[in-house]
Nanobody, 122 residues
Framework: QVQLVESGGGLVQAGGSLRLSCTAS????????MGWFRQAPGKGREFVASINRYGGNPNYKDSVKGRFTISRDNAGNSVSLQMNSLKPEDTAVYYCAADASLPGILTNPAYWGQGTQVTVSS
C-alpha cells in the first residue's frame, strides 16, 4: 500500500514563503506520478500542481503559476512544493497525492497523504 507523509506546513504572513515536502513509503513505486491538492475551509479539494514520474512536465493551477514550484528527487520517492509570494487565499490544508496514471494525478489520485495546514495571514 502506498503511504505518503507531508511536512512543512505552518503560519506565514502574506508575501512570505513555505516549502512543503512529501515522502513516499518504500512500497511506493517510483513510477507513480505525484502532485499536490488543497482544501480551503468550506470548499472542495482542488488541484494545485503535479509532476510526472520522470520529474518533468509540471502542471499548475492557474492562480499559483509563477509563485509555486513543484519538484521531485532523483529517486522518485519524494516531492516538494516551494510556495512563494503567498496570499491569504492560499490558506488551506495541502495534500500530497500519487497515482499511476497522468489523468489520475490531475483529477482523482488513488493515494493521499494526511494533509498539512498552511495558513497565510494578511
Amino acid at each position: 500500500q502506498v503511504q505518503l507523509v507531508e511536512s512543512g506546513g505552518g503560519l506565514v504572513q502574506a508575501g512570505g514563503s513555505l516549502r512543503l515536502s512529501c515522502t513516499a513509503s518504500a512500497r511506493t513505486p517510483s513510477n507513480h506520478h505525484m502532485g499536490w491538492f488543497r482544501q480551503a475551509p468550506g470548499k472542495g479539494r482542488e488541484f494545485v500542481a503535479s509532476i510526472n514520474r520522470y520529474g518533468g512536465n509540471p502542471n499548475y493551477k492557474d492562480s499559483v503559476k509563477g509563485r509555486f514550484t513543484i519538484s521531485r528527487d532523483n529517486a522518485g520517492n519524494s516531492v516538494s512544493l516551494q510556495m512563494n509570494s503567498l496570499k491569504p487565499e492560499d490558506t488551506a490544508v495541502y495534500y500530497c497525492a500519487a497515482d499511476a496514471s497522468l489523468p489520475g494525478i490531475l483529477t482523482n489520485p488513488a493515494y493521499w497523504g494526511q494533509g498539512t495546514q498552511v495558513t497565510v495571514s494578511s
